[in-house]
């Protein structure tokens, strides 16, 4: 039987979509090249907006149109956060949420012989351990993820995450080194530690997020290490100092903001203000040499006045992110901030987001000038339509050149000499 698997959100629901594929490959399934023609379908869910569950739902309603007699899986983030709500199974014939990934066979060996939708989604446990899974090969051909964290513990008042990934939980040591180690062995070179909470990897062992970083960069074979999106929660001088030492580290920070305002801060339960965040900023400015920083900003929260968001503004401008992702505050049933009075205008939502991206947008051109001139070292990966080879530098910059003798998969040294709002053009 042939499967397809169409992901949805976050570099943690890609790393746990490969693991299904392995596990269906060691299985003796084969991956459709469409969901058209498979006879499993699997959505990897996101939760993170309502219109990330509008996604999913016009989806699976896709794929049944189109393909009424294949086998539609429902999993990840949605179905665990909105588990007693029945609409949400529709059109699905499994469903699981976030802590049977690994039973997958034995479900659709049950479907098969059954003939009934199964619904199968367990709670999380406050004492829930790490759920064992471990990746060979990745997606994509010279980049490679390791999830080594799951959970979060903060409860932001507008985030339904924590009941659809329970509380923290860390891989150990050295299962992260075995994983870095198969993946090097299979010609990956970079490595992307991801997490939901990154930044609290190991508090359960007085560990922190560089004790991983680490064990990657001493993988033989293994040139980058990076990390996915982290909060600045934990992020202190000595860890960041620490990261610096690490030849292999790339200094790309995706450090999430969420809002440029102490007020709005406040109200969504995040536990900074905007002096610890660009403190760790000045930070990562004077210990690393040409770092990125990048974001995301919410516009629109609950009780946002003029005021508020004008600071969001201010303060983005006066960080300088190399790039941003500006959303409106999206409501969600279950969270703190669905019940709080003063909930924003969906009209001024979208106006005040169109004026942030501009701003952002002003901000990420001036990043990529101040690239030009530089010469990086860049790991090639895909060759475009155009013929333009493309990769990344260290910083996380895109760029691209043309030139035939540029292999995917190797560095080189690339000279930047155009910028574009994207990306910079470069020679070798």
């Known amino acids: 039987m042939k ?8 570099k943690v629901n890609q790393y746990e979509s490969e693991v299904m594929a ?13 969901y058209q023609d498979s006879d499993i379908n699997i959505v990897n869910s996101c939760t993170v907006t309502a219109t990330g569950d509008a996604k999913n739902r016009k989806l699976i309603r896709r794929i049944r149109r189109e393909n009424p007699d294949s086998i539609i899986i429902l999993c990840g983030c949605m179905p665990q956060a909105f588990f007693d709500d029945i609409s949400v199974f529709e059109g699905c014939d499994i469903v699981m949420g976030n802590t049977a990934r690994r039973d997958i066979i034995p479900l659709i060996e049950e479907f098969l012989m059954e003939r009934r939708q199964i619904i199968r989604i367990g709670e999380h446990q406050n004492n829930e351990a790490f759920e064992p899974m471990r990746i060979n090969a990745f997606n994509e ?4 993820c390791i999830k080594i964290e799951d959970g979060c513990n903060r409860f932001c008042t507008y985030c339904i995450i924590p009941y659809a990934r329970g509380r923290v939980r860390s891989k150990e040591l050295d299962e992260i080194r075995k994983e870095a180690e198969a993946l090097a062995e299979n010609g990956f070179k970079e490595i992307v530690l991801v997490g939901i909470n990154l930044s609290a990897y190991g508090q359960e062992w007085d560990l922190n997020v560089y004790d991983a970083v680490k064990v990657v960069c001493q993988t033989d074979g293994i040139e980058r290490v990076r990390l996915g999106s982290i909060e600045p929660e934990r992020m202190t001088a000595d860890i960041l100092s620490a990261l610096s030492k690490e030849p292999k580290f790339c200094p790309h920070f995706h450090l999430s903001l969420q809002a440029g305002c102490d007020t709005t801060l406040k109200r969504m339960h995040r536990h900074y203000d905007t002096a610890e965040y660009a403190r760790i900023v000045a930070d990562i400015r004077r210990l690393f040499d040409n770092p990125s920083i990048t974001t995301d900003v919410m516009v629109g929260f609950v009780g946002e006045s003029e ?3 004008n600071a969001s503004v201010s303060f983005t401008d006066e960080i300088g992110f190399a790039k941003t992702h500006v959303f409106p505050y999206s409501r969600r049933k279950g969270t703190a901030a669905d019940k709080m009075d003063g909930h924003i205008d969906e009209h001024l939502k979208h106006k005040r987001a169109d004026i942030m991206i501009a701003h952002t947008l002003e901000q990420q051109r001036r990043f990529m000038q101040s ?4 010469t990086e070292p860049v790991l090639f990966e895909t060759r475009s339509k155009d013929g333009m080879m493309e990769g990344y530098t260290k ?3 895109k760029v691209r050149v043309k030139d035939d003798r540029v292999i995917s998969g190797e560095i080189y040294d690339v000279k930047l000499t155009e910028a574009y709002d994207d990306y910079c053009v470069g020679e070798i």
């Open 22 to 34: 392995e596990l269906l490959n060691q299985a003796g399934y084969i991956k459709a090249e469409s």
């Open 3 to 10: 499967y397809y698997i169409m992901t949805l959100g976050c």
């Open 141 to 144: 051909r010279t980049r490679a």
């Open 371 to 374: 690239q030009v001139g530089l």
């Open 395 to 397: 910083n996380y910059t």
């Open 307 to 309: 005021e508020d968001f």
